[in-house]
Nanobody, 126 residues
Framework: QVQVAESGGGLVEAGGFVRLSCEFS????????MGWFRQVPGKEREEVRC??????????SYIDSLEGRVTFSRDNIQYVLTLEMSNLKPEDTGKYYC?????????????????WGHGTQVTVSS
């Protein structure tokens, strides 16, 4: 049974830092692309970044405000996906999700991600 669990969210002051982790089990982690997503209030869920099975990074929805402030990584031994965000802004507030794609390459659409976590809330206070 596939299990996906995000952690690391919480209340953070503007200008602060957060590290989100996503642990996977029950799937062929090393053979799949993995994505981070967020849903901010009033908007649909969007992809923050995808890492394919070889950790090459792409995104289907370029979020200009995040550039230069985020790093992504995957640990193919521990089956963990990590998102780090620095210099947080109130507009980063939202629920952050991770998901495993159906194949090894980044799929380019949300409906091609198969296994989703329940999300972790990040709230940035001004």
């Amino acid at each position: 049974q596939v299990q996906v669990a995000e952690s690391g969210g919480g209340l953070v002051e503007a200008g602060g830092f957060v590290r989100l982790s996503c642990e996977f089990s029950g799937l062929r982690f090393r053979e799949l692309a993995m994505g981070w997503f967020r849903q901010v209030p009033g908007k649909e869920r969007e992809e923050v970044r995808c890492l394919d099975y070889r950790s090459r990074s792409t995104t289907m929805s370029y979020i200009d405000s995040l550039e230069g402030r985020v790093t992504f990584s995957r640990d193919n031994i521990q089956y963990v996906l990590t998102l780090e965000m620095s210099n947080l802004k109130p507009e980063d507030t939202g629920k952050y999700y991770c998901a495993a794609a159906r194949g090894e390459y980044c799929p380019g659409s949300l409906d091609k991600y198969a296994d989703w976590g329940h999300g972790t809330q990040v709230t940035v206070s001004s």
